[in-house]
């Protein structure tokens, strides 16, 4: 299974992009990245997945190298309620069925700051 | 539409007691699973099934047991509750065909004494 690399911690300002880097230079050419955020103690929420191609929805974009090797989570205007834990996962190998799990890592501590 | 639902929200066993933790989902996903967060740690995955009948390990399954006898529940057992199993779990579901998300519910904190 492919690993990821984040920096435990950041911080930007209200209003300011936020750019939360992950490395994963172990990825295969299907696997994909998924980013997920987690609140305080709730549940992890999902944020956007991509496999080569820029991915862009309504909470974030997702940058990914041409080789792949690292990508990007934009949050274009961060608030203080994007203040969270962000996890970047690359989906683990299938099995025979074809279904896939979902490693989680540390992940990378946001504090959005007024 | 509850989502997935979680029960209970809060336990306390003693050393050696045996409990259930409950999840449900109205979504009718193929695919659940069970995590577990360790203070300050990611999720770790505990077992997940990809439908009614199947269930297989995760990483850490040691003291856990699970069973899917019908597509909407996944309750995970334990056995023989140790004090490192004192965590919160999550259990969450998907589609089975993994291009995109995976819901989760709002998780049990379970502190064994």
């Known amino acids: 299974d492919a690993k990821t690399t984040q920096p435990p911690s950041m911080d930007c300002a209200e209003g300011r992009a936020a750019n939360l880097p992950c490395n994963h230079s172990t990825i295969s050419g299907n696997e994909y990245v998924y980013w997920y955020r987690q609140i305080h103690s709730q549940g992890p929420q999902y944020i956007i997945h991509g496999l080569k191609n820029n991915e862009t929805n309504e909470m974030a974009s997702l940058i990914i190298t041409e080789d792949r090797k690292s990508s990007t989570l934009i949050l274009p205007h961060a608030t203080l309620r994007d203040t969270a834990v962000y996890y970047c996962?690359?989906?683990?190998?299938?099995?025979?069925?074809?279904?896939?799990?979902?490693?989680f890592g540390s992940g990378t501590r946001l504090l959005v700051r007024p | 539409n509850a989502g997935v639902t979680q029960t209970p929200k809060f336990q306390v066993l003693k050393t050696g007691q045996s409990m259930t933790l409950q999840c449900a989902q109205d979504m009718n996903h193929e695919y659940m699973s069970w995590y577990r967060q360790d203070p300050g740690m990611g999720l770790r995955l505990i077992h997940y099934?990809?439908?009614?009948?199947?269930?297989d390990q995760g990483e850490v399954p040691n003291g856990y047991n699970v069973s899917r006898s019908t597509t909407e529940d996944f309750p995970l057992r334990l056995l023989s509750a140790a004090p490192s199993q004192t965590s919160v779990y999550f259990c969450?579901?998907?589609?089975?065909?993994?291009?995109?998300?995976?819901?989760f519910g709002e998780g049990s904190r379970l502190t064994v004494l």
């Open positions: 969450a579901s998907r589609y089975r065909e993994n291009t995109g998300e995976l819901f």
């Open positions: 996962i690359v989906r683990g190998r299938p099995f025979g069925d074809s279904s896939y799990k979902l490693i």
């Open positions: 099934s990809v439908g009614a009948g199947i269930t």
